[in-house]
């Protein structure tokens, strides 16, 4: 009787110092280890992995901050999730281009390291790991002006990776195992298509559902850095600069026919939520992110969402994978489950009813699901 006692006493105390506080969540002592997914979709599910940004290294001004590698270990720990999905996502932050200078408003940045311009080459970087649609909607699409992104529409289309997200290529169609898939992406920069114009947004989303059956929205908005990992019910202003109410957008988005969304922006993981049955990720923060992208502390964490949806678009379930990286060993999988684990705590602290359930290690179901 003793024993069992003390047992349950133990759990009570584990179960307290577990729980999310009220304010910003902080994981200090993690208690559940990261456990391969178990979850069983239903034959005809369609699965989706999800990740944040990406940006393989610059070789502007100089080939400093290019990895030795050539890029082609980025993804090495991560290649089997990204692989095995029907349809894998990620945000591309930077241009594929390999001579070139910036856009003249932004050779402020020249010394910063904050221009990003992969080399051509790593596009096949992209196509090894298994991406089938790519975001350039973000505002380092436009660090070299016309010709970066010329050249980035080029290398994708060569290789078969769709992409969305700037005025001239607001959204892409295209056929995938039998399923018609529509997608878009936005942002609040110039050349991007604006988060901003909501009713716009509609209408293209709308457009897109009526030829397709599902569609997929990607967003990068929202502050960026440490400060902002909360998601508010307001318009996010940055450094002057409007990033969008994103609560107000993506909700516009699935009332207008989007099946999942997946913001970037923040480089910082944010919380998700489940609106008329479509899962909305505020954002999925770093993924890989050589060099210019600080990714100390929370910054280092890097999610990948795996996502099963039917055919109608509706959520079914899923699993966030934690993975991390540093500028030392690049990307990794974290046994720590830190990832998932701030995700968590960030969905309950921001929404009192956030339509799922996330648990420790990181499976994401219905909050009505058993």
Known sequence: MKTRFIQCFLILIIAACT???????????????AQPSTAVAPPDAINIAAVGDIMLGSSYPDSTCLPPDSAKNSFKHALKDLREADLAFGN?????????????YKLRFKHKGYLFRMPAKFGNVLKDAGFDILS???NHSNDFDVAGRKSTLKVLD???????????????????NG????????????????????????KLIAGLKSKVDIVI??????????????????????????????????????????????????????????????????????FVTYKGVSISGICGIAPLLKVSINKQGEFLNGQIVSYKQSHQTGLRFDTLNLAAQRIMALTLADFRQPGLKISPSGKIKPSTAN
């Open 19 to 33: 729980r999310p506080p009220s304010g910003s969540p902080v994981i200090k002592n993690p208690v559940a280890k």
């Open 92 to 104: 591309l932050e930077g241009v594929l281009l390999d001579t070139g200078a910036p856009v003249g």
């Open 136 to 138: 350039v909607g973000n």
């Open 158 to 176: 060569s290789l078969g990776i769709h992409t969305a997200g700037f005025k001239s290529h607001p959204s892409k169609t295209f056929t995938l």
């Open 179 to 202: 399923v018609k898939y529509g997608f878009c992406a936005f942002s609040p920069n110039g050349q991007t298509v604006s988060l901003l114009q909501t009713a716009r947004a509609k």
């Open 217 to 286: 929205v990607s967003f990068h908005g929202g502050g960026e850095g440490v400060d902002y990992e909360h998601v508010p019910d307001s318009a996010e202003i940055f450094k002057g600069e409007n990033r969008g109410n994103l609560r107000a957008f993506t909700h516009a988005a699935v009332d207008a026919g989007a099946d999942v969304v997946f913001g970037n922006g923040p480089h910082v993981a944010r919380a998700m939520e489940l609106y008329k049955n479509r899962l909305i990720a505020y954002s999925l923060g770093n």
